[in-house]
């Protein structure tokens, strides 16, 4: 088998590089990560949610080996544990498929996408198996059915329905109800169980699960940053929409879109073959950074990087990471020996200072890299 250059640090030919270094991390050596779709960095944190096991893995420390021991895991009581909800029925200490993450370090919040919750730790986890202190969308830690009574069941302000993000701004929750096609808004982490929301993002009302085509159609995730800029990844048509102010989020249609020329446009790769500067294909989340923004656009099994917010729907990425050219998707002359060269099929993503970490969710890593910008 002929030896394949790797390109899942690399950056647009001609371009200066977005990365000076990498490191590649596959979790314990002994259970490794499958399919991890959640990642978070922070100084001295680094936590996983290792998503095909059913887990999330924590380091208090970046590791800086491929394979290192965590310090905590949730959802098991032990690193080799791999089982739905440990095997057993649901529990305050269980997890099923468990995506976005969010920390400050103090408080942990964990989206247990396929129990239809999540779940909030108010001090820090400090041994395996920790019980969380809050569950959202449920009404106790032993139920898990979608929107609380089951499929079809319309939504409410206290349930949820396949929850895949989650994320913290000046103590506001805000989480990606992404089976509702909407996002839920609290105005302080909750204390109390099944709390209700007090607002919600995409819909007129709490009960409403239809969707117009100016509304996030399948919100995975959402990112605010420091001057109050909302993104959210809207996976199902293929965008990235962008409010420059969140609060009005509440009221009006986005002011951007990135992947598209307009609302009603919903084309994968805007039904080109092969991708190109501006279009996507199942983008999972996005990320501000400095004055710009990452957006993974994990069917295309890249980063695109947007050195400023752009002023205009459709607009051309800058940069990327993943592959040398923006031509190049996640099947390619080079897959058929493997993907491990390439970043294949990146989920989630987070910073720290100039340290970008990527799950690479189809290779089962995730990818610790150094900015160069």
Known sequence: MPEVPPTFYKSLAGADPLVSQYQIFKGSK??????????????NLLAVSDTGQNRVFIWKKVPKEEFAEPDIVLGQTNSDSTGRNSGLSVTACTLHYPSGIWSDGEKLIVADAWNHRVLIWHRFPEINGQPADVVLGQPGFETNEPNVHGIGSLPSSQSLNWPYGVFVKDNQLFIADTGNRRILYFKSIPENNYAKADGVIGKKDFETRDYENNEPIWPYSLHINDQGNL?????????????????????KEADLIIGQNGFNDAGQNQFHLFPKENTM???YTSHFYKNGIFIADTGNSRLLWFSKLPDRNNSPADNLIGHDNFNTGSENQNTKYGTESQLY????????????AIADTGNHRVVLTELTI
């Open 345 to 356: 099929w990146p989920f989630s993503i987070s910073s720290y200072k100039n340290k970008l």
């Open 231 to 251: 993104s959210v990844a809207d996976t199902q048509f293929y965008r990235n929409l962008i409010w420059k102010k969140w609060e009005d989020a509440f009221e």
């Open 281 to 283: 294909n199942w983008t």
């Open 30 to 43: 002994h259970s490794p990560f499958l399919a991890p779709r959640g990642v978070l960095l922070d100084k």
